[in-house]
Structures are given as structure tokens and as C-alpha cells.
């Protein structure tokens, strides 16, 4: 299994997908962007809609800025609808 920061992701993102139950990248490609950053946000309240937009574009293989609108309008929907 591949450490999480193949994905292009840091360190610290890597510790806090641990503590959440996320170990790898295979495991954060499975479960998906909007399931880890629901993990993230019940565990790390101050977790903002960039986390979200960061982990999709890691999935994807791509950088932050190459996802297009109506991605980021889809996923900061979803991030609202989270807000505990």
C-alpha cells in the first residue's frame, strides 16, 4: 500500500488521514474526497473547503487549479452541507 503523500499530499495531511482511519492512498482513493474530509471535519473542526478541494485533486492526479468549477461548485456544496 502506498503512503498518502504519493498522492502529492504533505506530511501533516498524512497524520491527520491516519488519525481518521486512513492509512493509505489506496484507502483515500477508495473512500473518496467527501467521505475523508467528513472524517476531518468531525475530528479537526477548523477543516476549511481548500482540504476538501485539495484531497479531489489528489485523487484525480491533477493540481488544485486544474479542477474545474463545476467541480469546486459541487464539492463546496457538499462541504456546506457538512457544517456541523
Known amino acids: 500500500m502506498a503512503a498518502v503523500t504519493t498522492l502529492g499530499l504533505g506530511k501533516i495531511m498524512e497524520k491527520k488521514l491516519h488519525s481518521v482511519g486512513i492509512h493509505s492512498a489506496e484507502e483515500l482513493v477508495a473512500i473518496g474526497s467527501k467521505q475523508a474530509v467528513f472524517r476531518l471535519k468531525e475530528k479537526y473542526p ?24 463545476a467541480c469546486k461548485a459541487e464539492l463546496k456544496t457538499y462541504f456546506k452541507s457538512i457544517d456541523f
Open 46 to 69: 477548523g477543516t476549511c473547503v481548500v482540504i476538501l478541494y485539495h484531497l479531489e485533486a489528489a485523487i484525480r492526479g491533477v493540481e488544485m487549479k486544474q479542477l474545474d468549477e
